[in-house]
């Protein structure tokens, strides 16, 4: 983990160029997922439960590789991996399902609200209030979804109840996070990736069933693309890269995301971004990074 000035000495180094290509390139390939998501034939909630049934072999590899148990794990702790994975499959499916529904640079936004909850959660844990920089993150966290949402109303009720629909996903990531904290440290971050997925699968797949959503693609490029470009590259990078920066380093980063969608689209699906939607946008942002920054990092 980088310490007090950890960036300019990790930079410093050949490899540090190499580190923050990585974190950069992972957040882009994160960025595009909503593109294949709304190019799938499949329907949205079928498409997260293909992202995560085609990895799930590469990720059993990986975490072999890694040296990460498989099997012999306590049945309390996969109880509750369990439990997580089933927040971690509603966060999915509920994101899926707002990307179909509004602009893809408030969906990516919305999506990573579980940053600010992990904030709030910070609070209760420690119990103090928030000072200084995050009253701030508090303040541009509201008046950022204020604005955006406020657009989505503006356009149409739909994009509006897509903006409620990634709004949720982001919340449920956050329960996802906290609730599977102590797992991450007994059975490692690879082989909990393959236990979520192999509990979360069903859960997607009897959604998308009683959605009456088209299951099996017709083209399979859209669906192939999601799992490579998201599952496999953009996470993958992520957990190269991340342990080697500072929290706030990888909230600057995040932003990406949201910068990528919102290019593609505009440029590909034709969603006009207003001089306010920019500000709402660089507003709640900004609570992004400030939260980050204001949790320990993860590897």
Not at 197 to 204: H, V
Not at 293 to 299: E, K, L, V, Y
Request: charge should be neutral; proline fraction near 5%.
């Amino acid at each position: 983990m980088e310490k007090e000035g950890g960036v300019e000495e990790s930079l410093a180094r050949p490899r540090g160029w190499l580190l923050l290509l990585a974190l950069l390139a992972g957040n882009v390939a994160l960025a595009l997922g909503p593109w294949f998501v709304r190019l799938a034939d499949t329907g949205p909630v079928s498409a997260g439960f293909w992202r995560l049934f085609l990895a799930l072999p590469f990720l059993a590899l990986v975490a072999r590789a890694s040296g990460q148990a498989l099997t012999g794990i306590p049945r309390r702790t996969l109880a509750l991996v369990a439990l997580g994975a089933v927040t971690f499959g509603l966060d999915l499916a509920s994101w899926h399902v707002g990307i179909e529904l509004t602009r893809l640079g408030n969906a990516t936004l919305f999506g990573n609200a579980g940053s600010i909850v992990m904030l709030f959660w910070g609070f209760i844990i420690a119990r103090h209030l928030p000072r200084g920089m995050e009253w701030l993150a508090i303040l541009f966290a509201l008046g950022g979804a204020a604005i955006l949402m406020g657009r989505s109303a503006e356009i149409s009720t739909t994009t509006m109840v897509g903006d409620l629909f990634c709004l949720a996903a982001g919340l449920l990531y956050a329960v996802y996070l906290i609730t599977l904290q102590g797992a991450r440290r007994t059975i490692g971050s690879w082989s909990l990736l393959v236990w979520v997925s192999i509990f979360a699968c069903p859960l997607l797949l009897a959604l998308a069933l009683a959605l009456g959503e088209p299951v099996w693609p017709s083209d399979w490029g859209p669906v192939v693309g999601l799992f490579v470009v998201s599952q496999l590259v953009g996470q993958g990078l992520l957990v190269y890269a991340m342990g080697h920066f500072p929290p706030l380093v990888i909230g600057l980063a995040l932003l990406t995301q949201p910068a990528v969608a919102a290019l593609y689209g505009y440029g590909v699906f034709g969603e006009v971004l207003l001089p306010l939607d920019i500000f709402g946008m660089v507003l709640l942002g900004s609570a992004l990074v400030v939260a980050r920054g204001s949790r320990p990092a993860t590897s």
